[in-house]
């Protein structure tokens, strides 16, 4: 039994294949610079030996379509499987669900249609997310395709922590509201720290970090998401890469008169130009920690604010759950930098938070406990593991 996951981007599709019934992953794959002359493919997996093998395809792919077909002869040609129609079915990660989706959900054209109308709160990603489906779907039309949404995790949040305080008819006619992202992660780390805790997942009351380019935190009570950072777009909370995360939103009328900056200046300031590259020039956390070595004040004074960016997050997320079973790390900051997670967790004593700074002293390829042992709340490190997640969900549903 065979479960692909599909991450489609406007130039790309990140691809995962899943024995579905031991969920090992058989073969993972991307395609890139579709639409260019230089795209290419790659796939890696293991011979019957446990042997490491890729295969690569450098050829013009054009669309969507057109890097399925080459997926699918890369797949033929690792005799992982003898096509693609042969699978038992296709999860496709959907970054916008709206208030339409807050579960997994069996593709049909009805579906397609609603993804459709929600692209205005997601232009860049929801596009790439269909052509994705759309092309798979012509590829395999007996295989059931199923639509994992980055926002469902969120579906629970109160109206109290999702609404903004804008006139109500933002909310009514517009779909203002707080949706929040990287959902399929927050989940599923909250759930391998609960089997990990041995606590129900009904019961566990967590904090989860997402901190990789993007960044954001979740408040799980009781197992379900009940706040994130993360808002109408993935702009809002923590600082990120090259996004600016929670501003004054005066700020942006302001420089638009005093710089004469238009709209679209301004979301790409604030989309691309902010976050840790604003700051310091460089939005790669290894880099940015060489820098603050080597002696560079920007890169040490964008570290500091974005580990105290986290801190208040902790902070407030602490005072809604009111009881805190765990804080968790994941994503490729948080698996990896140890000084991040020491100074987002440093002094939190008063919230029952004793950090261990000699375990944090690990990156994780696996589960690390990063507290004392007398700490009332743990702190654990994850891999996120996103591609299985959707393939657990195709799983249940088909
Ligand atoms: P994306 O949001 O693009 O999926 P990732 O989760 O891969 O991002 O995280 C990318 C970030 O993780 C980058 O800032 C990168 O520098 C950082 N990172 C990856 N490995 C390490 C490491 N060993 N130490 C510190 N940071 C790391």
């Given at each position: 039994m065979k479960i692909?996951?599909?991450?489609?981007?406007?130039?790309?599709?990140?691809?995962?294949?899943f024995n579905a019934k031991t969920y090992e992953s058989l073969v993972s794959g991307i395609i890139e610079q579709i639409g260019e002359n230089d795209s290419h493919a790659k796939i890696k997996f293991r011979?019957?030996?446990g042997k490491?093998?890729?295969?690569?395809r450098d050829k013009a792919i054009i669309d969507h379509k057109a890097g399925l077909e080459v997926m699918n002869s890369l797949l033929i040609e690792s005799k992982i499987i003898k096509d693609l129609r042969?699978?038992?079915?296709?999860?496709?990660?959907?970054?916008?669900g709206g208030e339409k989706f807050s579960k997994p959900t069996i593709i049909n054209?009805?579906?397609?249609?609603?993804?459709?109308?929600?692209?205005?709160?997601?232009?860049?990603?929801?596009?790439?997310?269909l052509d994705g489906i759309k092309s798979s779907i012509e590829h395999c039309p007996k295989v059931p395709q199923v639509a994992v949404f980055d926002t469902a995790f969120h579906s629970n949040i109160p109206k109290h922590a999702y609404m903004y305080a804008l006139p109500y008819e933002t909310y009514e006619k517009n779909g203002v509201r707080r949706y929040g992202f990287h959902g399929t992660s927050h989940h599923f780390i909250a759930k391998e720290a609960a089997k990990y805790l041995d606590i129900d997942m009904s019961k566990l009351n967590a904090i989860t970090l997402h901190l990789g380019n993007g960044a954001s935190m979740?408040?799980?009570?009781?197992?379900?998401?009940?706040?994130?950072?993360?808002?109408?777009?993935?702009?809002?909370?923590?600082i990120m890469g090259t996004r600016c995360g929670d501003i004054d939103p005066a700020i942006i009328f302001y420089l638009a008169r005093v710089e004469g900056l238009n709209i679209d200046k301004l979301d790409n300031m604030l989309n691309k130009k902010s976050g840790l590259k604003g700051i310091c020039g460089n939005n790669d956390m290894r880099e940015i920690g060489e820098m603050a070595k080597n002696g560079d004040e920007k890169a040490k004074l964008a570290l500091e604010m974005f580990s105290y960016r986290i801190k208040k997050y902790i902070g407030a997320y602490s005072a809604v759950l009111s009881r805190?079973?765990?804080?968790?790390?994941?994503?490729?900051?948080?698996?990896?930098?140890?000084?991040i997670r020491k100074n987002s967790c440093s002094e939190l004593e008063n919230l029952g938070i004793l950090f261990d700074v000699k375990a944090n002293n690990h990156r994780a390829s696996e589960l690390l406990e990063i507290n004392k042992k007398n700490s009332k709340v743990k702190v654990l490190v994850i891999p996120t593991n996103e591609e299985l997640e959707i393939a657990l969900q195709v799983k249940s549903l088909i």
């Open positions: 692909l996951v599909l991450n489609s981007g406007s130039s790309s599709i990140k691809f995962q294949l011979d019957e030996n490491s093998l890729e295969l690569k042969e699978l038992d079915g296709i999860g496709h990660r959907v970054v916008h054209d009805k579906v397609i249609h609603q993804i459709e109308k929600l692209i205005p709160l997601a232009p860049l990603h929801n596009p790439a997310n979740s408040a799980v009570k009781n197992g379900k998401c009940i706040d994130t950072s993360m808002g109408l777009t993935p702009l809002e909370g923590l805190v079973d765990c804080l968790i790390f994941t994503g490729g900051i948080g698996e990896n930098d140890i000084e």
